[in-house]
């Protein structure tokens, strides 16, 4: 995705929350992340950019509009959980896991090898956040129009879609729901479909200065 926005000239800064990915070690929480983006934001104007537009995917998605900045002209999201699911973490995570959650209020949760990190470690304080969100209160912080994308191919997508609808009344005029028939939520396969969507918003509502 950085490098389909960079070749239709945008600039463009992609980086991992502490805890995932390149980045330092960390307990994932909601709090947490929100002050990564506002870091990234910052260090964003710090090198001149003004007209910024946020993208991010599936909890990423969540972080940018909980800060939805004011330096922002638009938010484009992907899998993004806007709203409250009743998630079953027996479903996600292991007996031992479910063990060490219910001890440490943490889990720990192994990465596959190909990845930077072996293993990424969540708060149970971001699975309740997950649980719970409350999107009434998170739509109301975002000032401009935003576009959400969802697939329908997995449980997890289907929910996030009718979340998405549901919502969006709630979101500023020009926001837009788009489907992507079949994608899962990890997009693999349908990851063209994704970035055309993307770019033909951003550049509707981002358009690249000469």
């Not at 330096?71 to 899998?79: K, L, M, P």
Request: aromatic share 8%.
């Amino acid at each position: 995705m950085a490098a389909a926005f960079a070749a239709a000239g945008y600039a463009t800064l992609a980086f991992d929350f502490a805890g995932c990915g390149e980045s330092d070690d960390d307990v994932l929480t909601l709090e947490h992340q929100v002050e990564d983006l506002q870091a990234a934001i910052a260090h964003a104007r710090s090198l001149g950019h003004e007209r910024l537009g946020l993208h991010g995917h599936s909890l990423g998605g969540r972080v940018c509009l909980q800060v939805s900045p004011p330096e922002a002209v638009t938010i484009a999201t992907a899998g993004a959980p806007t709203g409250p699911v009743d998630y079953d973490w027996r479903d996600y995570y292991s007996a031992e896991q479910m063990d060490e959650l219910a001890r440490t209020g943490r889990v720990t949760m192994p990465q596959d090898k190909e990845r930077a990190r072996a293993t990424v470690v969540s708060s149970v304080e971001l699975l309740e956040e997950l649980r719970g969100c409350d999107q009434a209160a998170l739509f109301s912080r975002v000032p401009y129009p935003v576009l959400l994308i969802d697939g329908d191919g997995d449980w997890e997508e289907r929910q996030y879609l009718a979340l998405a609808r549901r919502g969006l009344p709630l979101l500023p005029a020009g926001s837009r729901v788009e489907t992507v028939p079949g994608a899962p939520h990890n997009l693999v396969g349908y990851l063209d479909q994704v970035i055309a969507l993307l770019l033909a918003w951003f550049a509707e509502r981002l358009p690249v200065r000469p």
